[in-house]
């Protein structure tokens, strides 16, 4: 089998394997997703598009892909292809053209709008949080803060040659390839966080699917084991049961000698509940029983065949340029077909073993505690304290002070966003603002239900960088599984009327209670009508509290961004 080999270009490592297909080449770089923070999310990938455009009308085939955690740019053609290409795309690099901001800012929200959302999207914020490897859930809110400077200061950061491993699939560095980029560091992997106090968990999903991830130890064994989790899972869902449609299991590394294997099944509303009781049938066997010889030569004759495809080499260069990247040793395509053929029954039980005590699992409505899986945390356990707003109408009680924002429901369930824990605040044309903590709770107020509260009261005390102006009303949290849990609490589940329509009622009310009282004090003073002085007083009051919530809801009007 064709052995790869490692050389440099212009201080960058450089992967190079033959390919029986089209010559082709990749410059990766070591940052995506995972680096951001919600309050900046978008902005590695704005710079992939910025970086891209200036080479939008070449002939030749192009992309670029923003992960999870790497940025790829991609070319593929014929020597002069690959050379103009890391030519300009470097160059680009070097000088983002950052008078397309707002230009490519519409273009990417426009993508992420026709993208939609996978069902299984949701299981990074369940076990990460808004932050970290659970910023993949979350829309790209950051888009609409980010400045000229925040993207010259992330290409600075990340887009240099020590960030970046390039792989060329042919038989060698074309002639006169140069990259152009500056001198940097390396930028490690990030530290994994959790939002899950136990494990197995499990947390309901908006639709009839099951799905779940575990995080295991990386190895040859755990891709034998996801390979098992597959055949399993299509035998007795699809093939045995005929519930499901899809099954599909995967295997990814995450770069710090860690790997998330997941898997998925498609149901219908009036299957779901055999699809996971299936599913978890699969698990517990998978788990409590090891796997016979005759099962586990099936399943790593499956994943040697993977690796012994005519381009495996090549195949592989991206795999071994993140290996590269992070810092792990390099492998072959022959050392991993002959570690897979050297997995035992004992090895993969272990993984299985991992698999359940990592297991997060995403249920159809109604759970899976049944089943011995703990229901991830949906409430947060206390509130901030301080001043106390009740709505006018139904809804949360509020709760403000400078250690954050908590929402109490009519049951008593708690929703709080701590300061020092937000991960980004958006303020909303409205006056409506939405927090969002690094455990992925969310708390939504609306000032315009409160006669005591108005959108400076928490923007003044938000951290910097944190407020993100929204050019529009995103979606309401409790309905969009990209941004919020369906089943954590919100601040807001019930819509006002327009602000403006409450400010000219409360004008109104105080104009005719007001003038109501000033004319009978008149007729008294003019002995026309009669003297009723607890009457009178009575209707001074009411003037005078509607006319008090007149100029609050006015003065809030006027402090909205």
């Known amino acids: ?71 790829t740019f991609y070319v593929q053609g014929d020597d002069a292809d690959l050379v103009d290409f890391l030519d300009r795309v470097t160059r680009s690099l070097t000088e983002p053209d950052t008078g397309r901001l707002a230009t490519e800012r519409d273009v990417l929200r426009t993508e992420e709008h026709s993208r939609g959302n996978g069902p299984t999207r949701d299981l990074p914020l369940w076990r990460y949080g808004a932050r970290g490897y659970g910023l993949v859930s979350y829309p790209e809110w950051g888009l609409h803060a980010i400045t000229p400077d925040d993207v010259r200061d992330w290409v600075a950061a990340h887009f240099t040659r020590d960030n970046a491993v390039l792989w060329i699939a042919g038989d060698g560095v074309p002639a006169g390839l140069r990259l152009h980029l500056p001198p940097g560091r390396r930028t490690p992997v990030p530290a994994p966080t959790s939002t899950l106090p136990v494990a197995p968990a499990f947390f309901a999903g908006a639709g009839p699917h099951t799905a779940l991830d575990a995080v295991v130890p990386e190895s040859p064994a755990a891709l034998v084991c996801a390979h098992l989790l597959q055949r399993r899972l299509h035998k007795a869902l699809r093939l045995d049961g005929g519930l499901s449609y899809t099954t599909a299991v995967e295997y990814a590394e995450r770069g710090d000698g860690q790997a998330v294997i997941s898997a998925y099944a498609d149901a219908l509303p ?52 993140f290996r590269l990247l992070t810092g792990r040793p390099l492998g072959s395509a022959g050392s991993e077909v002959a570690d897979l053929g050297a997995v035992t029954a004992g090895e993969a039980h272990a993984v299985a073993q991992a698999v359940r005590a990592t297991a997060l699992l995403m249920t159809p409505p109604g759970g899976a505690q049944w089943a011995g899986y703990a229901p991830a945390p949906t409430t947060s356990d206390a509130t901030v304290g301080g001043r106390v707003h009740v709505p006018t109408g139904g809804g949360p009680r509020i709760h403000v002070s400078d250690a954050g924002v908590s929402a109490v429901d009519a049951e008593g369930k708690i929703a709080t966003v701590r300061f020092a824990d937000c991960a980004v605040v958006l303020a909303n044309p409205d006056g409506s603002r939405v927090l969002v903590g690094h455990d992925g709770m969310v708390v939504v107020v609306e ?87 607890l009457g009178l007083l009575g209707g001074w009051l009411v003037a005078g509290w509607v006319g008090r919530a007149f100029l609050r809801a006015w003065s809030a009007e006027r402090v909205r961004p």
């Open 1 to 71: 089998m064709p052995a790869m080999i490692r050389t440099e270009v212009d201080g960058v490592p450089t992967l190079v394997a033959p390919t029986v297909g089209p010559r082709r080449a990749g410059l990766v770089f070591r940052v995506g997703q995972a680096d951001e923070t919600l309050a900046r999310r978008g902005i590695t990938h704005l710079v992939e598009h910025l970086a891209l455009h200036p080479i939008g009308g070449s002939a030749y085939h192009h992309n670029g892909s923003t992960g999870l955690t790497t940025t």
């Open 270 to 321: 009036d299957k779901q509940g055999a699809v996971l009781g299936g599913f978890v049938d699969v698990l517990g066997a998978l788990f409590a029983v090891p796997v016979t010889d005759a099962e586990l030569a099936t399943a790593v004759s499956t994943a040697v065949r993977e690796a012994s495809l005519p381009d495996a080499a090549a195949n592989e260069l991206p795999t071994q340029a």
């Open 447 to 533: 000032p315009a239900r409160y006669g005591d509260l108005y959108a400076g009261m928490i923007d003044r005390r938000v951290p910097a960088g944190l407020l993100v102006p929204m050019p529009g009303r995103p979606p309401s949290p409790d309905s969009t599984p990209a941004a919020t849990p369906a089943s954590r609490p919100a601040g807001r589940l019930w819509r006002p009327a327009p602000a403006w329509l409450r400010v000219a009622a409360l004008g109104l009310v105080t104009l005719v209670v007001g003038g109501a009282a000033l004319a009978y004090t008149v007729a008294m003073i003019a002995g026309v009508a009669q003297v009723r002085v």
